[in-house]
């Protein structure tokens, strides 16, 4: 049987220190439907692949907006129906719509989707599948981006285009055309880096080979662009503490958002920093407890201090994956910032985005616990 929040108050095991403080609320509206959502009307596609089509997004005078989610059902689309959107703030007394969030209830699953805003005219869709049909399928998480509807969206066209597109008129011949430029040959520098996913179970590429030791240490070559897909949102209004099985916890409705192990003090510290910042999405690069967990609020690194934090200052621009004691570390000359043991491609990819993201300081909510950090931009 499930325990309830309430029931996990009672029992002592949820420490309710929330930035507004009092008890947080684990199910129920943040708030009515007052604050204005018009960033969010709109038709907006969804990538291919999703399992949704398109979502549409009504916001009126008159009442709360409305979330229409549009479905991919085998070979046709269909309505999963409109409902009324829970709005989500900075904080409880702001009017700055964070997010929107629905439930659906399919028959076989409830599928909790999340909107958030993000740069560029777009949204990100969060969305959880709890099956309820009594099958063994496992719940999953998944999440893609959505556009405004009539978006172009660039693609190959197909053979049969091809082949029945109209004959260009004759042209002088051509100038014998120069080769095209040959691939990147092994040991080139060039690395391709598969970005972990926590819900994929593809590994990552191999790395190029041909790196040359120096000092015991084998630097490796990092991408400019360190994409990160293992990221989900936070519902920092409705975070709490708790203890599950020895180990403390910061959690919202949905998800663990940070694990601290057996420190409490440290995960209390936690709880009051992600409702500090109003940390929104927690992003992974490996889901070890050495490896890398970084914040975002509305899509950016936070860079305001807060009061009485812990911090270190790192040097992002001279940040190197490299191999130390048969293990990857990332590290900041001497210092070893996160160990990814085996984990070359995780290594690569935390330093890649400490350097893409001008991640200047690593904060700690205890020094009693020094795998369990934060970050902030330069």
Not at 47 to 59: A, E, K, L, N, R
Not at 60 to 88: D, H, K, M, Y
Not at 199 to 225: I, R
Request: aromatic share 8%; glycine share 8%.
């Amino acid at each position: 049987m499930k325990r309830t929040a309430l029931g996990l108050l009672a029992a002592g095991l949820i420490c309710p220190v929330a930035a507004s403080g009092g008890i947080p609320g684990v199910l129920g509206d943040l708030i009515g439907g007052k604050p204005a959502a018009a960033e969010f009307a709109g038709t907006w596609t969804a990538s291919p692949g999703s399992d949704i089509d398109h979502i549409v997004v009504t916001v009126t005078s008159s009442g709360p907006a409305r979330i229409q989610v549009f479905g991919r059902c085998e070979a046709r689309i269909c309505n999963w129906g409109a409902l009324p959107a829970r709005l989500r703030t900075d904080n409880p007394s702001s009017d700055v719509v964070r997010a929107l969030a629905a439930d659906f209830n399919l028959g076989f699953a409830l599928r909790h989707i999340t909107l958030h805003r993000t740069a560029g005219n777009a949204l990100r869709f969060y969305m959880v599948t709890e099956f309820t049909d009594g099958s063994e399928r496992h719940d999953y998480e998944s999440a893609g981006q959505l556009v405004p509807a009539g978006t172009p969206v660039a693609a190959a066209p197909s053979p049969t285009a091809v082949a029945s597109a109209p004959a260009p008129a004759p042209v002088a011949a051509p100038a014998p055309a120069a080769a095209p430029p040959a691939a990147p040959a092994p040991g080139s520098g060039i690395t391709a880096l598969n970005p972990l996913n926590w819900f994929s179970s593809s590994k990552p590429e191999t790395p190029a080979a041909g790196l040359v030791a120096q000092d015991n240490s084998v630097p490796v070559g990092v991408s400019t662009a360190a994409p990160v897909d293992d990221c989900f949102p936070v519902d920092s209004g409705h975070a709490y503490v708790v203890n599950a099985n020895g180990n403390w916890n910061v959690r919202d409705f949905l998800h663990v958002v940070q694990s601290f192990g057996p420190y409490r003090a440290a995960a209390e510290k936690g709880l009051q920093t992600i409702g500090y910042y109003h940390f929104d999405e927690v992003c992974h690069i490996g889901r070890g407890a050495t490896n890398m967990t970084f914040f975002r609020t509305a899509g950016e690194i936070p860079r305001q201090t807060m009061p009485g934090q812990d911090c270190v200052d790192v040097h992002y621009d001279s940040v190197v994956a490299v191999k130390r004691d048969d293990d990857w570390k990332v590290v900041d000359g001497n210092r070893v910032i996160f160990d990814y043991g085996s984990d070359q491609a995780g290594a690569a990819q935390a330093a890649s985005v400490i350097k893409s993201l001008a991640l200047a300081r690593q904060c700690y909510y205890d020094r009693a616990n020094l795998t369990a950090s934060y970050w902030l931009s330069r």
